[in-house]
């Protein structure tokens, strides 16, 4: 299908990029659109890890402040998420994830550690942001550091165990909001089920 791009420019730089488009896009009946403006926010591809120790039946989740959260539930700002970081520049996502696995949760893990689950777009109407989703058996491996993020980035990390029993209950309750964190039990626990 076929999409025409009449104008496109950059209306906002920072850490976040807001780009601006005029185009017309081929429509399931064969025509092309009238000309539409859309709005995209790019902020290039993340990845999330989740950390689960198959030994013990356990999870590491990490808890920080989200200001975005806070403006729609202040209740709910400090969000209990999987481990979560961009990807920089030229990095590819699996360096990435074994960076930020370090940074948040103090796990030195090998890259053969890491199960890729899928990609996922958490908003496509607004973002071309993209997800790369990994699952990470830590049974084993000590924690290197107490994990909690970057200092010089303000990030101020809790890590959380939890057993699989909470993480479950929890998960059924609705306490977990953030979308990579659903998607990642969603699949852990949809393989629990098929190899039961």
């Known amino acids: 299908m ?10 906002f730089e920072g850490f976040i990029n ?9 429509k399931f009946n064969g025509r092309m659109s009238r000309i539409v403006k859309r709005l995209n926010v790019y902020r290039g591809d993340a990845v999330a890890i989740l950390l689960f120790d198959s030994k013990q039946r356990s999870f590491y989740f990490v808890r ?7 403006t729609a539930e ?3 700002a400090w969000t209990l998420e999987v481990v979560a970081g961009s990807v920089e520049g030229t990095d590819q996502p699996i360096p ?10 103090g796990f030195r ?3 053969d550690r890491l199960k890729p689950i899928g990609r996922c777009y ?10 790369f989703l990994y699952a990470a058996d830590v049974a084993g491996i000590n924690r290197t550091t107490d994990g909690g993020g970057l200092a010089a980035e303000e990030e101020d990390i809790q890590v959380v165990k939890m057993s699989e029993q909470a993480v479950r209950q929890a ?26």
């Open 122 to 131: 958490p908003s496509p109407g607004g973002t071309s942001e993209r997800i």
């Open 18 to 26: 807001l780009d601006k488009a005029t185009l017309q896009f081929e």
């Open 96 to 105: 990435t994830a074994l960076r930020e696995v370090e940074e948040e949760a």
């Open 74 to 76: 202040p209740e709910n």
């Open 171 to 196: 998960f059924i309750s609705g306490e977990f909001r953030d979308a990579k964190t659903l998607l990642t039990l969603h699949w852990y626990f949809g393989q629990a089920k098929r190899s039961e």
């Open 2 to 11: 076929k999409v025409k791009i009449h104008d496109q420019q950059r209306i």
């Open 64 to 70: 920080q402040f989200r200001y975005p959260i806070y």
């Open 109 to 111: 893990i090998d890259a």
